[in-house]
C-alpha cells in the first residue's frame, strides 16, 4: 500500500467528499419535504388519493436509479420545449441532473417510509385525538405526523445511508463527487486499489457520522420511549 | 309540564357490523348531574354503545342530542351514519369527553403536553392558560409531580388518570368512561374510582361502561343492563342490583355478587 499516494491525494478527494455531502443532503431533505404529501396521500382511505403516489412510487422504486439518472441527463434534452425553458440552466447541468434525480428517487422510498408509519400509529391514539373534537387536518398535522416521524426515523436513516451510497453514480454524468474524483485520480496515477481504499474511508466516515448524527436526534425525539408499551 | 334539556339523549340507536347486529334500538336520557352505569356481558354492545354516541363507529339508525342540539347525520354507501357537518361534530366531541379502555396517550408527549394539546388546538387557548388549567386538573388527580414525565414512565393507573386529565382540560359537558379500569390491577383500579368517584360528587354528567359493580352501585344514579343490543332493564341502582325484573339481568347479577 502506497501511503504517500493516499495521503498526496487526500485533499482533492475531501473536495470530492464535500460535492457527495451537498448532494445526498439537498437529496434527502428534498426528498422529506417531497415525501410529506406523497406519504400521506399514500395512506389515505380514498383509491383515487392513493392513485397518484402509488404510480409515482412504483415508477420511481421500480428502475434503477441509473437509468432515472440517464433519462434525466440525456433524455430531457431530446425536448425542444425543455431547451427552450427557463430552467434549461439548470436541467443542462449534471450537479442539478443529479440533485433533481436523487430527490425524486428517495422521495418515493421515504413517502413508502411515511405511508408505513402512519399506518402503524396505534388506532387508539388517533382515536383520542378525534373523541377531544380535532378535526382530521389537526390531529394529521399535531398528532399522526409528529408520531409517525419518530416511527419512521430509524428507517429514514437507513435511506439517508443508501442514498450516500447511491450517490456514487453521479460520477456517471461528469461529476466529481467522491467516486468521481476517485476515478480521476486513478486514470492519472493507476493506483486504483489506494484511491479507492482512501474513497472507501471517506464513505465510511460520513456513515459513521450520519449514524451518530441520528443516533442523537432519536435520544432526542425519545424513539425508544415510543415503542410498545 | 316545561323538563330542562337533557344534557344528552339517545334515540333508538341501531349498530350493525356486516349482517351482525350489534345494537338494536337504545334510547337513553342523561340529564344534567346524572351517573348513568352501563352494565352487561361482554358482547352486549356496552362498548358500541357508547363509541356511537360521539361517532368513534357510526351507528346505522338513530339520534344523538347533545344538550339539545341534534348531531347531523346522513347516511353513507355502506348504510353507516356519518356526520354531515365536520363542523358540528367535532364542536360536539369536544363537549364530549371520553376516556378509553387503554388510556391511548400519546406517548411521544410529556404529560403536561398531552393534556395541554387539545386546548390549545381546539379551544384556541394560549400555551400558558391551557397549561395553567392542566396543572390544576393534574393536582386534581394527583399527578402533579409527573407532569414532565411521559406515559410509559407511568403505572397503568396514573396513564388513565392522566387520561381523564386530558379529557377534562375540554371542560366537557359529559364524560363517557369506556372500561377505564378493565385494563388494571387491583390497587390501580381503586385510584382511578376514587377520581371517577370524585367527578360523580361534583355534579358532572357521565355515562360509565364498566363491571366494577359495587362502584357502579354506589356512584350511580341510575343503572342501565343491556343484553343482546337491546336495554333489558333499567332503573335506580337499588332496583336493577337488588330486585331485577328480567330473569337475564338477575342471572347476571347474582354472578357478580
Known amino acids: 500500500m502506497n501511503w504517500e499516494v493516499i495521503i498526496k491525494w487526500l485533499p482533492r478527494l475531501a473536495q470530492g467528499a464535500t460535492l457527495t455531502l451537498e448532494l445526498v443532503a439537498i437529496a434527502v431533505i428534498a426528498g422529506l419535504i417531497l415525501a410529506i404529501p406523497l406519504g400521506v396521500a399514500r395512506a389515505s382511505r380514498h383509491w383515487y388519493v392513493r392513485a397518484l403516489p402509488y404510480g409515482y412510487i412504483f415508477f420511481f422504486r421500480g428502475t434503477p436509479l441509473l437509468v432515472q439518472l440517464f433519462l434525466v441527463y440525456y433524455g430531457l434534452a431530446q425536448f425542444e420545449a425543455v431547451r427552450n425553458s427557463v430552467l434549461w440552466p439548470y436541467l443542462r447541468d449534471p450537479f442539478w441532473c443529479t440533485v433533481l434525480t436523487m430527490t425524486l428517487h428517495t422521495a418515493a422510498y421515504i413517502a413508502e417510509i411515511l405511508r408505513g408509519a402512519l399506518q402503524a400509529i396505534p388506532k387508539g391514539e388517533i382515536e383520542a385525538a378525534r373523541a377531544l373534537g380535532m378535526s382530521r387536518g389537526k390531529t394529521l398535522f399535531y398528532i399522526m405526523l409528529p408520531r409517525a416521524s419518530r416511527i419512521g426515523l430509524p428507517a429514514y436513516s437507513n435511506e439517508v445511508i443508501l442514498m450516500l451510497k447511491a450517490s456514487a453514480l453521479a460520477s456517471t454524468v461528469t461529476l466529481l463527487e467522491l467516486t468521481g474524483m476517485a476515478r480521476t485520480i486513478i486514470a492519472r496515477t493507476y493506483l486504483p486499489v489506494e484511491i479507492f481504499f482512501a474513497a472507501g474511508l471517506f464513505y465510511l466516515v460520513i456513515s459513521f457520522l450520519l449514524v451518530q448524527g441520528f443516533k442523537l436526534l432519536e435520544r432526542w425525539l425519545r424513539v425508544d420511549a415510543c415503542q410498545g408499551r | ?257
Open chain 2, 1 to 257: 309540564m316545561a323538563q330542562a334539556t337533557p344534557a344528552l339523549e339517545i334515540r333508538n340507536l341501531h349498530k350493525r357490523y356486516g349482517t351482525q347486529e350489534i345494537l338494536k334500538g337504545i334510547s337513553l336520557t342523561a340529564r344534567d348531574g346524572d351517573v348513568i352505569s352501563i352494565l352487561g356481558s361482554s358482547g352486549s354492545g356496552k362498548s358500541t354503545l357508547l363509541r356511537c354516541i360521539n361517532l368513534l363507529e357510526n351507528p346505522h339508525q338513530g339520534q344523538i342530542l347533545v344538550a339539545g342540539e341534534e348531531l347531523k347525520l346522513k347516511a353513507a354507501k355502506n348504510g353507516d351514519l356519518i356526520p354531515s357537518d365536520n363542523r358540528q361534530i367535532n364542536r360536539l366531541r369536544s363537549e364530549i369527553g371520553f376516556v378509553f379502555q387503554n388510556f391511548n396517550l400519546w406517548p411521544h408527549m410529556s404529560i403536561l403536553d398531552n393534556i395541554i394539546e387539545a386546548p390549545r388546538r381546539v379551544l384556541g387557548q394560549s400555551k400558558a392558560e391551557a397549561t395553567e388549567h392542566a396543572e390544576a386538573l393534574l393536582n386534581k388527580v394527583g399527578i402533579f409531580d409527573k407532569r414532565h414525565s411521559y406515559p410509559a414512565q407511568l403505572s397503568g393507573g396514573q396513564q388513565q388518570r392522566a387520561a381523564i386529565a386530558r379529557t377534562l382540560a375540554m371542560k366537557p359537558k359529559v364524560i363517557l368512561f369506556d372500561e377505564p379500569t378493565s385494563a388494571l390491577d387491583p390497587e390501580m383500579v381503586q385510584e382511578v374510582l376514587n377520581v371517577i368517584r370524585a367527578l360523580a360528587d361534583e355534579g358532572r354528567t357521565m355515562l360509565l361502561v364498566t363491571h366494577e359493580m359495587n362502584f357502579a352501585r354506589q356512584v350511580s344514579s341510575e343503572v342501565v343492563f343491556l343484553h343482546q343490543g337491546l336495554v333489558e332493564e333499567q332503573g335506580t341502582p337499588q332496583q336493577v342490583f337488588e330486585n331485577p325484573n328480567s330473569a337475564r339481568c338477575k342471572q347476571f347479577m347474582s354472578s357478580h355478587r
